[in-house]
């Protein structure tokens, strides 16, 4: 088992910044992604902000592009999403998700970041 500890969410102005971390531990051998989702309010589906991938490949959602970034500390097993330029559409919940071999996936519990003047 995985888990998975989020922090730094909380409420920003519009082209405020906040880095939002998620401290994994347990078995935590063979994990090989790590990523960022969220969930917008209203119903709308989980989706994919950024994920890391064996520690070297990004990914990101068009949506966010050029304002976030994504990044690993493999010794503390901690992954980070720096958000930049935030935008009122970036409110959601934000939900750590690892991968691990074999297709093991494990989420944390969320952390919520409002965008609002």
């Known amino acids: 088992q995985v888990q998975l500890v989020e922090s730094g969410g909380g409420l920003v102005q519009p082209g405020g910044s906040l880095r939002l971390s998620c401290a994994a531990s347990?078995?935590?051998?063979?994990?090989?992604?790590m990523g960022w989702y969220r969930q917008a309010p209203g119903g709308k589906q989980r989706e994919l902000v950024a994920?890391?991938?064996?520690?070297?490949?990004?990914n990101y959602a068009d949506s966010v592009k050029g304002r976030f970034t994504i990044s690993g500390d493999y010794v503390k097993n901690t992954v980070y999403l720096q958000m930049n330029s935030l935008k009122p559409e970036d409110t959601a919940v934000y939900y750590c998700?690892?991968?691990?071999?074999?297709?093991?996936?494990?989420w944390g519990q969320g952390t919520q970041v409002t965008v609002s003047s």
């Open positions: 998700n690892v991968v691990k071999v074999g297709g093991y996936n494990y």
């Open positions: 347990g078995t935590i051998s063979s994990i090989y992604v």
């Open positions: 994920t890391i991938i064996s520690g070297t490949r990004t």
